[in-house]
């Protein structure tokens, strides 16, 4: 084994984030964590940043506000991976990030970029909706931005967290399953792949340092994770040892609710 690349987490307090510090750390990488001043007094970042410091971690001060700050940071390392928020429904930044690949244009020292990913491959949907495409649309506009600048780098396409949508039956809005009914897409037989975000942030960590996967996207697709949601549904209904009663949701029922979250 070679020596291990310095890695900056951006983002590191966040859902995905927190899980790439660990794993990181676990994996013997000297691990920098982003700490913004923008946080201010957001006591749970800051007990995290804390634990994390406890655990080995450094914490590097930076601001995408602050050009420099983010150039001295990435100087500290090899590899800088991005965690920053892209869910419409919840918080978007991703275009933030285009003031990340200016930094590292800058730095100049940076051996692979892995920019805020970690869902389906952006490159494979053209064909989106609305709710929910801006997602996809801004990541496309970073990759551009990043092989413009002819930055190194690795894509991590996810495919669906496991937490947001296994707990729930793959119904939207819901985390917990309901003991009593579900609602299915259609007949149900539509398969996902579902990876558990720790198993994400592990095989991200495991990708910076291998050629292998310079400049290439890494599809995470366990086979045994591939599965419908009827599949779902059964693996819930032999948990509790009961059947659910289940109604269906027809594309257009399914498309005005997802509007709802826009
Ligand atoms: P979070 O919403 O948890 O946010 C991550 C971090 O983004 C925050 O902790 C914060 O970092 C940073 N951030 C938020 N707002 C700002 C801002 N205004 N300026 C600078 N930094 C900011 O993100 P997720 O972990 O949910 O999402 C990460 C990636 O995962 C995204 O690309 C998203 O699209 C993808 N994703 C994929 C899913 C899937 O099913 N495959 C599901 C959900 C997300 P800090 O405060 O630590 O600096």
Redesign the pocket.
């Known amino acids: 084994m070679g020596i291990k690349s310095k890695v900056l987490i951006?983002?590191?307090?966040?859902?995905?984030?927190k899980r790439l510090v660990k794993a990181s750390l676990q994996q013997g990488h000297e691990t920098y964590v982003?700490q913004?001043p923008?946080?201010g007094v957001d006591i749970e970042?800051i007990e995290m940043l804390f634990s994390f410091k406890m655990q080995g971690a450094h914490l590097v001060i930076g601001s995408?506000d602050d050009h420099r700050s983010l150039v001295e940071a990435l100087k500290k390392v090899d590899v800088v991976i991005c965690?920053?928020?892209?869910?419409h429904i919840?918080?978007h930044?991703?275009l933030?990030q285009l003031k990340l690949v200016d930094a590292i244009k800058e730095a100049g020292n940076i051996k692979r970029f892995l920019p805020?990913?970690?869902?389906t491959d952006p490159a494979r949907m053209a064909d989106a909706i609305e709710p929910g495409r801006v997602?996809f649309d801004d990541k496309m506009v970073v990759r551009k931005a990043i092989e413009d600048a002819g930055i190194p780098f690795t894509y991590v396409s996810?495919?669906?967290?496991a937490g947001?949508?296994v707990g729930g039956l793959c119904q939207p809005g819901y985390i917990l399953p309901s003991r009593e009914s579900v609602t299915l897409f259609g007949d149900g037989n539509k398969q996902s792949i579902f990876v558990d975000e720790d198993d994400i942030a592990a095989y991200t960590i495991k990708t910076i340092d291998d050629p292998r996967t310079l400049n290439k996207t890494l599809y995470l697709r366990p086979p045994a994770n591939i599965l419908s949601q009827r599949e779902v549904v059964e693996l819930w209904e032999n948990l509790i040892g009961k059947q659910l009663h289940k109604t269906s949701l027809s594309e257009q029922e399914f498309l005005n609710i997802m509007k709802g979250f826009s």
């Open positions: 951006i983002g590191g307090t966040g859902y995905i984030g982003l913004r923008e946080i970042k995408f965690a920053i928020s892209g869910v919840r918080s930044q991703i933030l805020s990913e970690f869902g997602t996810a495919n669906c967290f947001y949508m």
